[in-house]
């Protein structure tokens, strides 16, 4: 039987779905194949990733691969980091109040809005004419 050398979270937001393997290494981050930073250009998106990192000062201690699919960039960044802070969780269980108080392990519960019927959009009607 082979031992598993990684710690699995799983993170959701909007539609995207992260897989994260989180291992003992140097640090790199690797999101599909490819370096997030050549991934997710935008300083944000770098930011949201790393945060569970730096609230728990794990920056190099680990080596994190990612999987994600579905929705855009920012839905995929808030991914990454909600798996890769239940990851850091199952890994060692002192973190959790660091990232409960973060809000880094809330599921964030904002979708887009379902289309009503006679509406343009979710809540926008044609526009009223008197005459």
């Known amino acids: 039987m082979v031992k598993k050398t990684y710690t699995g979270g799983t993170g959701r937001r909007k539609t995207s ?8 290494g140097t640090g790199n981050i690797t999101v599909d194949g490819a370096n997030y930073e050549e991934r997710f250009t935008r300083f944000d998106h770098r930011q949201s990733i790393l945060k569970p990192l730096v609230v728990t000062e794990a920056g190099t201690k680990y080596d994190i691969v990612v999987k994600v699919s579905g929705g855009g960039i920012t839905g995929q960044a808030d991914s990454i980091a909600m798996g890769i802070s239940r990851a850091l969780l199952k890994e060692d269980e002192k973190h959790k109040a660091i990232l409960r108080k973060e809000g880094l392990l809330t599921r964030d519960p904002r979708a887009k809005e379902r289309k009503k019927p006679g ?3 979710a809540r926008k009607a044609s526009q009223y004419t008197k005459r």
């Open 17 to 24: 779905v992260a897989q994260v393997r989180l291992s003992p």
């Open 119 to 121: 509406l343009k959009r």
